[in-house]
C-alpha cells in the first residue's frame, strides 16, 4: 500500500501545487485543493474513497472542521426525536 500511498500523495501535489504561485512540492493551503482520489491510477474505488475521506478531514453533521467542502454524504438524523416533557 506505500506505493498507492505514494501516487495519492503525488496526485495531489500535482494538482494543487502550484495555487499558491509557487511550485515547491508544498501545498500551502490544503482546504482550496479540490483532489479527487477517484481519478489516481492504480487506486480501488474502496482505497480511493478512503483517501477522499482522510482527504477532507474530520466532518461535523453539516460542514467540514477545516472549512472545506466535503464530499462526503451528510450523516443519517437520529431515528427518534427527544421526547419533550
Do not use: Y
Not at 6 to 18: G, T
Not at 29 to 54: M, W, Y
Amino acid at each position: 500500500m506505500p506505493a498507492k500511498s505514494d501516487a495519492a500523495n503525488a496526485a495531489a501535489v500535482a494538482a494543487c501545487d502550484s495555487q499558491d504561485g509557487v511550485t515547491d512540492g508544498v501545498i500551502a493551503e490544503p482546504r482550496r485543493c479540490h483532489f479527487d482520489a477517484g481519478k489516481v491510477s492504480g487506486l480501488t474505488p474502496q482505497e480511493a474513497k478512503a483517501v477522499n475521506l482522510i482527504w477532507d478531514g474530520p466532518v461535523t453533521h453539516a460542514a467540514t472542521v477545516r472549512g472545506a467542502a466535503s464530499r462526503a454524504a451528510p450523516p443519517s438524523p437520529p431515528c427518534c426525536p427527544a421526547a419533550t416533557p
